[in-house]
């Protein structure tokens, strides 16, 4: 149902921002 959808959205929102996080995160430690 709907609440079931939201939860997987939300999991998958949480799931997409810690992979942009750990992207930046790499991206601030290379060596510029």
């Not at 939860?7 to 991206?27: C, E, F, P, S, Y």
Request: neutral net charge; proline residues 3%; hydrophobic residues 40%.
């Amino acid at each position: 149902g709907v609440e079931h959808d939201r939860d997987v959205n939300a999991a998958i929102t949480r799931q997409h921002k810690g992979i942009t996080d750990l992207n930046t995160m790499k991206l601030i430690a290379a060596p510029h």
